[in-house]
């Protein structure tokens, strides 16, 4: 039974941008568009596109309003990106995952998957006939991915990876300039994407897959590029003072040690539910991770461990070394305090300062989680 292969879940993302009074992200580019898609429309639409819908826009009357905006944004894809634009076929996906969740939103809890999966075909052919009547001339052409599997537990987690792609330099910059804030401000959305990134980037590489389709260069967006520009200095000083650094370091971590995923894992789930019409909930279920041993699991690579281990030498630094430098400066100040006040201080005395807390004295270096993390990479 397909509930038993996806009882127990174990990777969820939730919708960050659902708390925007906390979290300002409209200033990122995958939000803008986004954004516009799902806005209202008082656009008139060419009735021939209503050709062979008479049934769904008598039985669903939400329909007419969908297609006005399927029309719409249509548009949005075709004009808005420049051909320069690296993340033009980022924007087609949006639209897909755009017209599933507004059909998933109407249809999940009444039909079944078959019918979900008709309306969505019906909807896919006004979509070609707009592209082919309004948009034959350009360049691109943003038709109806049929590869795309009508699953939102997929379509979501490739939503987050290619967000993450497109929001990277934005955020990028906003990291480097700002660490402090900026921590803050983005670790809802680096716990979203960042598990994301890592369970389906290796995918990136094979051909005809998903991600491959949609992003020509993924490993431009390596998280690591991030962490190698931040201050050291500035993280070390700052860094008791922030627990978010450490909570963004186990983000990165419990992505590594993620299962990876491929698009066979879906296209087998997408199989069982046709076959069994299972349960409507299962449908948007995330997938659980692939097991070693199931012809679904990818081994871990051993590469890009850089910013593991700049992590590991920042809270090194701050928790065996900083305490030492500090106290022999601060050992030096009042050396040369004293000294002007009158008194004079010996080395012996320094010494003695030096060596009093024998607290300071001890190894932090978690080498049990380290065990544990490394033991995750194949």
């Given at each position: ?59 669903y ?48 809890s ?16 006004v ?17 109806p ?18 967000d ?11 990291i ?20 994301a ?18 992003i ?23 860094y ?5 650094y ?21 296209q ?12 409507q ?18 081994k ?6 850089k ?29 040369y ?25 001890t ?5 049990s ?10």
């Open positions: 039974m397909l509930l038993i292969i996806i009882k127990n879940i174990t990777f969820h993302t939730d919708d960050i941008y659902a708390d925007n009074n906390t979290f300002d992200f409209d200033h990122l580019p995958s939000y803008k568009f986004y954004e516009q898609l799902t806005e209202d429309t008082s656009e008139s639409i060419n009735s021939k596109y209503y050709n062979g819908l008479n049934d769904l826009t008598t039985k009357l939400w329909i007419n309003d969908l297609l006005k905006k399927l029309r719409r944004n249509i548009a949005l894809v075709q004009d808005k990106h420049d051909f320069d634009d690296e993340f033009i076929k980022k924007g087609c996906f949006d639209l897909h995952y755009w017209l599933h969740k507004e059909v998933f939103h109407h249809l999940q009444k039909e079944r998957f078959s019918e979900i999966k008709h309306v969505i075909s019906k909807l896919k052919d979509w070609k006939d707009v592209i082919d009547t309004e948009f034959s001339n350009d360049e691109y052409k943003c038709y991915d049929e590869k795309l599997y009508s699953h939102m537990g997929f379509l979501q987690e490739i939503k987050d990876l290619f993450f792609f497109e929001d990277f330099r934005v955020m990028k910059k906003e480097v300039d700002d660490t402090f804030n900026s921590c803050s401000k983005y670790f809802k959305y680096i716990k979203q994407r960042i598990p990134y890592y369970v389906w980037r290796d995918t990136c590489k094979v051909e005809g897959s998903t991600c491959k389709r949609y020509d260069n993924y490993m431009k967006y390596h998280p690591a590029s991030i962490a190698s520009e931040l201050n050291y200095f500035t993280v070390i000083l700052t008791a003072y922030k627990p978010c450490n909570d963004v370091y186990r983000v990165f971590v419990d992505g590594k040690r993620r299962h990876k995923r491929q698009d066979a894992l879906y087998e789930i997408m199989e069982k539910i046709e076959l069994e019409e299972a349960e909930d299962l449908l948007s279920a995330r997938a659980a991770d692939a097991t070693p041993g199931s012809r679904l699991y990818i871990h690579d051993k590469s890009r461990l910013y593991y281990f700049m992590w590991r030498r920042i809270v090194y630094l701050y928790e065996n070394v900083f305490p030492y430098i500090l106290l022999v400066i601060g050992a030096f100040i009042i050396f305090i004293m000294k002007k006040l009158g008194p004079n201080i010996n080395y012996e005395d320094i010494k003695l300062l030096n060596d009093s807390d024998e607290s300071l004295d190894n932090s270096d978690d080498s989680y380290q065990l544990s993390y490394a033991s995750s990479i194949k």
